[in-house]
């Protein structure tokens, strides 16, 4: 808990936009299974209903002078978390180009906060992807926690169809999943977030 009384806000970010994509109701395992930790209050950030345009603000975002209704709307959402994880998938060997656009819309909304990466992918599990990303991450100085969730062929471990889809996490998903969880908790007490909502 804060000292407000209020538990910081994890945003998990679903990077994929694709219709039919896994990353979704992986998400939707993380966001309970993150519940369940007890830490946090949850909330989940689409970028498939974010739906930002390509980037095209005119200035850089650090000055935070935003000329496009979808990147106001985006830092409001954004400003309030304090701490993310991110649901990436691998495509060719990095992570997906609208999680980067989505990054690219903003900076101090960002800056501060600890941010766990739960990757996935077919062999590589995502985790060329998270080490693509790491970088990113650290220069919009955000503070990775160094448990990564890699999911090899995650798309197995997904049954149902559309809304109804599930994710049955192996054990060692579930064992990284806490790992990342309890990273981030320990970032929040260490960079004193104090829940700004
Ligand atoms: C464009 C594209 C490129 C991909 N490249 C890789 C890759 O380099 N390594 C890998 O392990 N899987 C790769 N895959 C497999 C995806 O990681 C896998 O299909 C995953 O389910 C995609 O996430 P999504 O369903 O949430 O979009 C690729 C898939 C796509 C669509």
């Known amino acids: 808990m804060t000292e407000a009384g209020r538990r910081p806000l994890l945003q998990i970010i679903v990077a994929s936009t694709r219709p039919g994509r896994v990353g979704e109701p992986i998400a939707r395992w993380f966001a309970e299974y993150a519940r369940e930790h007890g830490a946090f209050d949850v909330e989940i950030v689409d970028l498939a209903d974010v739906d930002l345009p ?30 993310f994880a991110i649901v990436h998938p691998e495509y060719n060997h990095s992570y997906n180009a609208a999680l980067k656009n989505a990054l690219d819309h903003l900076n101090q909304e960002w800056a501060g906060k600890p941010v766990a990466l739960i990757g996935y992918g077919g062999v590589a599990a995502g985790a060329r992807a998270a080490e693509a990303l790491w970088p990113v991450l650290v220069g919009l100085r955000m503070v990775p926690v160094a448990a990564t969730v890699p999911i090899p062929f995650a798309a197995k471990n997904v049954s149902g169809e559309g809304d109804a889809r599930v994710f049955a996490p192996a054990a060692e998903t579930e064992t990284g999943g806490k790992a990342a969880l309890d990273g981030l908790t320990e970032w929040i007490g260490t960079l004193g977030l104090r829940g700004s909502r």
């Open 54 to 83: 390509m980037f095209a603000e005119p200035e850089h975002p650090r000055f935070g002078r935003y000329t496009l209704d979808s990147t106001k709307a985006f830092s409001a959402i954004i400003a309030r978390a304090d701490a």
